[in-house]
């Protein structure tokens, strides 16, 4: 292999491998280092996203809807199944053929774009050095003019409830064998409501044991309000403020002991996942000597994803900010083109958000809280889901649209939203953000008949008292 390059990627999760190909396509020489392979010696490119991550785990929520459709919705709509059953193999292979194509996907990516890219451990060991540790233990010395850290996060492991037979992450969670009767799930977090309610659908016994009191502490507080209460009647027992203290293997089952409101609790599990957040992958990726700041795990970056040394940069999880696939890949689309002297920014304020529960939960911008935090003055317009004919129509009218802007400029801050095609809609409302949009610009718009989306167009007329199809605030 030809030792020197123009760009280095560590790491081919959303935010390296994106990177890459936009950095090859500026005419720059680049080269993607992952580390993860197969058995067989094929990378296994894509990072936890495609892996591990947003598209397993897409594939089971999708699934498993269809199964708790068929199971316990189509009666309602005149469809009897007589023998319905469950084939969880079959579930399974689908998931990890999804899986198969799109990090094959990549190398053709790669190919086509003319990234070259190498299996083994990158770490960073001089401003223009990468290491790469190979799988047989040999090591080769790759030069670049730029090095972009791209590392991605790991999850956390809690030390009441260390990984074991009956105690898994995230990624054990996505590979289950069976349907365990009784499932505990440690974080109310969006791995925990996600893959709790795959494993809810096909029958589980779900308790949800989380450390706040509060539920879903990030979204607006009616979203928050009105999810917990949803889920809860989906069957997902959400028991908040409570702490788990230890955990002791059975032989076939798990016992968790958790402190609620000083009072010890204790229960037994089939299968117990603990979901409480992600760690930057960031030891050992770079040389101490070069004295680039990690600040609590995550490497420090400028909001250019520049580090302290010009031509290093880090992007994605590794770095500060959520934890999204999508923030990753813009970031190394930034770095890539600021490489290739653009002045390309991410706009940070605009980042959205997305449950992927059924109902979906999403969201952009400032929520309630935040604006009063800010001394914004704000006006609020709310619409839901039970008063949109297109949402009657396919049974899916839990949950509301609701917008919030400016007081006086009218202008756009923040959308949040809890029903059908909720990432959709709060996708619709970014990109009038991002054009400065007032909700009269939304209100004014003309949107299709019957759509869901019509419910973001009622929010908007109602932020001005001007819904149609619900009653208006007293002016
Ligand atoms: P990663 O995807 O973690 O990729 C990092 C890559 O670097 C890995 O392939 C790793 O093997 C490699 N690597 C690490 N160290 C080295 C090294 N020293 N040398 C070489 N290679 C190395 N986000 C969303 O936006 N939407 C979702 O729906 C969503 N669902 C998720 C569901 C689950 C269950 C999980 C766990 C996460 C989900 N996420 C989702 C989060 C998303 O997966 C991450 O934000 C995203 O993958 C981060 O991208 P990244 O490229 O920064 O890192
Ligand atoms: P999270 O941060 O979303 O939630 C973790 C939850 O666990 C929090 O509510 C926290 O209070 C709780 N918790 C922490 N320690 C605890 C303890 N000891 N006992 C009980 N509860 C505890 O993290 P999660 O769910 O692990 O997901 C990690 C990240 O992955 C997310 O933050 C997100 O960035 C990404 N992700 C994104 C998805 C999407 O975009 N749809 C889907 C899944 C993951």
């Known amino acids: 292999m030809e030792k020197m390059f123009d760009v280095v990627v560590v790491g081919s999760g959303p935010a390296g491998y994106v990177s890459a190909i936009r950095c090859s396509q500026l005419g ?177 016994e779900v308790t949800v044991i989380e450390a706040l009191d509060e539920f879903l502490p990030m979204t607006d507080h009616d979203i928050s309000k009105e999810t917990l209460k949803e889920f809860k009647k989906q069957g997902l027992d959400i028991k908040l403020g409570s702490k788990v203290t230890s955990t002791k293997e059975l032989k076939n089952s798990v016992k968790v002991k958790f402190e609620s409101n000083d009072q010890e609790n204790e229960m037994e599990f089939d299968k117990l996942i603990v979901a409480v957040g992600r760690a930057p992958n960031s030891s050992n990726v770079i040389s101490d000597e070069l004295n680039i700041e990690i600040e609590d795990g995550f490497i420090k970056v400028n909001d250019f994803c520049q580090t302290s040394v010009n031509n290093i940069w880090a992007i994605g999880d590794v770095v500060r900010g959520p934890m999204l696939a999508h923030k990753g890949s813009e970031e190394g689309i930034m770095v890539a083109e600021r490489i290739a002297e653009k002045h390309t920014e991410v706009n940070y304020d605009l980042v959205p958000s997305v449950i992927y529960t059924h109902p979906e939960i999403a969201w952009v911008g400032q929520n309630e809280k935040e604006l009063k935090d800010n001394n914004i003055d704000y006006k609020v317009g709310k619409f839901p889901f039970a008063a949109s004919g297109r949402a009657l129509a396919v049974d899916q009218s839990v949950g509301f649209v609701k917008v919030l802007s400016h007081a006086k400029t009218d202008t756009i801050l923040g959308v949040h939203v809890f029903g059908p095609a ?29 759509t869901v989306s019509e419910a973001f167009h009622e929010a908007a007329l109602s932020a001005n008292n001007l819904a149609i199809h619900i009653g208006n605030k007293k002016k």
């Open 28 to 204: 720059l020489k680049t080269l993607c280092i992952e580390e993860s392979h197969s058995d067989n010696g094929k990378p296994n490119f894509g990072g936890t996203c495609l892996n591990v991550g947003c598209i397993p785990s897409k594939a089971l929520l999708d699934s498993s809807h269809r199964y708790y459709e068929a199971n316990k919705k189509l009666s309602e709509h005149g469809i009897q199944i007589e023998s319905l059953k469950l084939d969880l193999k079959s579930m399974m292979k689908r998931k990890d053929d999804i899986v198969d194509k799109l990090t094959g996907g990549i190398s053709g990516l790669f190919s086509a774009n003319k990234v070259e890219s190498m299996i083994g451990r990158g770490k960073v060991t001089d401003i223009n050095t990468v290491e790469v540790t190979k799988p047989d233990g040999s090591t080769e010395t790759i030069d670049a003019k730029n090095i972009i850290v791209a590392t991605g996060s790991k999850p956390i492991e809690i030390p009441s409830a260390k990984y074991s037979k009956h105690i898994v992450d995230s990624t054990g969670a996505l590979c289950l064998n069976s349907v365990p009767k009784k499932l505990g799930v440690v974080g109310a977090g969006i791995i925990g409501l996600e893959l709790g309610s795959v494993w809810s659908r096909l029958g589980s």
């Open 422 to 450: 909720a990432a959709e809609i709060v996708q619709q409302a970014l990109i009038s953000m991002e054009f400065g949009s007032s909700s009269e610009d939304i209100a004014l718009t003309m949107f299709s008949h019957p």
